[in-house]
């Protein structure tokens, strides 16, 4: 097993460098310099603040996974970025280290500190004492403080601990704390280890939990068919049509990133059989195509650049092959497993693999041209060929219209019902049967259902044009229809998967990427400024000290506001020292105890007169956002929840949007 070290960063300039060596149990660097671009919307927003991440070594020192634990959304890139470079060195087993760095803006370097290691030996641990020595040889050694660092190996030593287990992205970068949050760190670990609710219902896997803490991923349709024009390609194009001679990886996911994207799915075999890396498994593959003399491979740059970029990486691979001979014939499963099995074993982590629902229907299927149907339910053998996907990426979420991870939202407009559940119970269109790609309720698969048995949340995709390959002719949507997408997908707790599809040049066309930007900008600015931080909160009914409503505005998606067991209803009511114009607000659920709320209703009080309700609905998850038809005045704000189980809700945001 990996090591498992939480670390975070402070930024507070537009920029450092750091060059570090370190002895054992240390971070060294593993590049001369490292620098930290400092967000220039961050820097018009004037939004500062710490961000604290979760990372796993493996044996080498490299960073294996990392996990934003906390932090303002404008900055994590930028810090997970300014710690591309460095790596810990071999210990010889695990360990858990506290490191803290704090970048002053008066200082061209940042200080850096150690508050204690902790080495695993066997069964034991052991604490040692940390020294950094840092650029200009200047040292700073703190010696390990006892009690705190036995709290904290408590709590994150564990496979099962709250640092492990509770992060949001998982990327190949390394992040650190201000030394001033190494007690803060403590606490939060602290705070989820005891006295916590107990969970309710279906609850999420952690790598449904990562996925939801994602957001807004990417979609990339590129194939034969961005050449020819098509939308879905017939199987018989000659490989030599797919030719992007300006191709560029590394552009086309540094614009995903600017606009946004945390992860980037790409349609690595379409339903036309094309596939953009060199297989073994058909000759209708990139090799024998013109791009790059045959020696191309989209799957890996791609992988590549978002691994380069700190992006996820997922694969698209449709079941099926209007190309391949034996489409219909079980021999054509065991081509199409040793395709998944290649994408899969070839390209690193992979964090979801996208099955189509499209089965059968007219191709050329190796010359016979003729139409050819399956039996949606059987052919595939969905259970073993989902079951191959575990083996090779267990930390993958499976994705397809009848889940087992993420379910399929029911439409192409990207938009998620109003009260849109984790949990459902999926069944076959005529309920006739179990639910698998291609047959599926999608009133069912739409909404989910407070009742549902499983925990499969759901994804909105949607193109950025009307269709899902590049086509010169089509424009992209605007910005504010993307808003709009964005408030009714992410904003009803699903999963928003925007496609953005690369031009025959092998670039994202500068129109796409331009309302990207824009889109990605008002979406950053819309959640800024929490005005609920300056307010004062009280609560009903507060389970313990460390349960409090104040956790509703620190900015921690791992703490969060809970009551004593057997309270069903609470109320939260915030006052402002002044009277407030807002018109947006913001919730969250802490998921990993399953969905617990069943109606919240938010009133507003201005001035000495009555509260007027504003807003109410069912279902909350991982994120519900509410906007009003217009900016309303207030001195009180109140949140009123109903649960099947005690309220575990880890943020309440109120905002004020004037785009």
């Known amino acids: 097993m990996p090591a498992q070290v939480c670390l975070g960063a402070m930024l507070l300039c537009g920029g450092a460098n750091l060059l570090a060596q370190v002895p054992p149990c240390g971070v060294s660097g593993v590049k001369e310099t490292t620098t930290i671009t400092y967000p220039p919307i961050a820097r018009a927003a004037h939004v500062t603040g710490l961000v604290i991440v979760r990372v796993e070594f493996a044996k080498d020192g490299m960073v294996e996974t990392a996990e934003v634990w906390r932090g303002p959304e404008m900055l994590r890139e930028n810090v997970l970025s300014f710690v591309k470079g460095l790596q810990a060195n071999e210990y010889g087993g695990s360990r858990t280290c506290l490191l803290s760095v704090i970048l002053p803006c008066e200082s061209r370097f940042p ?234 074993t070839h390209y690193g982590p992979i964090f979801e693999v996208w099955f189509d629902g499209a089965n059968g229907g007219d191709g050329f299927y190796g010359g016979a041209r003729e139409k050819r149907t399956i039996d949606k339910h059987t052919y595939y053998d969905w259970t073993n060929t989902w079951a191959l996907v575990r083996k090779l990426q267990p930390g993958a979420v499976i994705f397809s219209d009848a889940g087992p991870d993420i379910r399929w939202v029911g439409n192409e407009r990207g938009i998620a019902a109003e009260n849109c559940w984790n949990t459902v119970t999926l069944l076959s269109e005529h309920h006739d049967a179990t639910a698998v790609p291609g047959d599926v309720d999608t009133k069912l698969s739409g909404a989910g259902s407070a009742d549902g048995k499983e925990w499969i949340p759901a994804e909105c995709d949607v193109s950025i044009r009307k269709g899902w390959f590049y086509h010169p002719e089509e424009k992209p949507k605007s910005v504010e229809a993307l808003l709009n997408i964005y408030e009714k997908s992410v904003g009803h707790g699903a999963g928003l998967l925007l496609n953005i599809p690369p031009d025959t040049r092998g670039l994202i066309a500068d129109a796409d990427a331009d309302v990207l930007y824009a889109f990605a900008a008002r979406v950053q600015k819309m959640f800024a400024t929490n005005l609920l931080r300056g307010a004062q909160l009280t609560a009903s009914d507060v389970r313990s000290a460390g349960y409090s409503p104040a956790k509703l505005v620190d900015g921690n998606p791992d703490t969060f506001w809970s009551v004593p067991d057997g309270k069903t209803e609470a109320t939260v009511t915030a006052q402002f020292a002044a009277r407030t114009e807002l018109n947006l607000f913001r919730l969250r659920e802490e998921i990993s105890l399953g969905q617990r709320v069943r109606e919240f209703v938010l009133e507003v009080r201005d001035g000495s007169g009555p509260w007027v309700r504003v807003a109410s609905g069912e279902a909350i998850g991982n994120c519900r956002i509410v906007r009003l038809e217009a900016p309303i005045h207030a001195n009180e704000i109140r949140l009123s929840i109903r649960g099947a189980a005690p309220v575990a809700l880890s943020e309440w945001g109120c905002f004020l949007n004037r785009d």
Request: proline share 4%.
């Open 111 to 344: 200080q850096i500190f150690t508050e204690t290691c902790w080495v695993r030996i066997s069964s034991e641990l052991r604490s040692r004492h940390c020294t950094i020595p840092l650029r200009r040889q200047r040292f700073l050694s703190i010696q390990a403080q006892t009690r705190q660092a036995r709290r904290f190996a408590s709590a994150s030593s564990a496979s099962s601990s709250r640092c492990h287990t509770m992060g949001a992205m998982k990327l190949s970068r390394r992040t650190f704390v201000g030394s001033a949050l190494a007690t803060g760190i403590t606490a939060a670990a602290q705070t989820k280890g005891t006295g916590a609710p107990a969970k309710f219902g279906p609850t999420p896997s952690l790598r449904q939990l990562s996925w939801q803490r994602m957001g807004t991923t990417a979609f990339l349709h590129f194939t034969v068919n961005t050449f020819t024009g098509r939308e879905w390609g017939l199987g018989d194009e000659d490989p030599n049509i797919f030719n992007p001679t300006e191709f560029n990886a590394d552009s086309i996911v540094l614009t995903l990133k600017q606009g946004g994207i945390k992860g980037v799915i790409l349609t690595c075999k379409h339903h036309d059989g094309f596939c953009l890396w060199p297989t073994k498994s058909t000759d209708h593959n990139i090799s024998k195509s013109k791009f790059q003399g045959g020696k191309g491979d989209i799957v890996r740059d791609i992988s590549a650049a978002a691994k380069k970029h700190g992006l996820k990486f997922g694969v698209y691979v449709s079941p099926w092959d209007r190309n391949n001979a034996n489409y219909g014939k079980p021999e054509y499963i065991t081509t199409y497993r040793q395709q998944i099995t290649e994408l899969l």
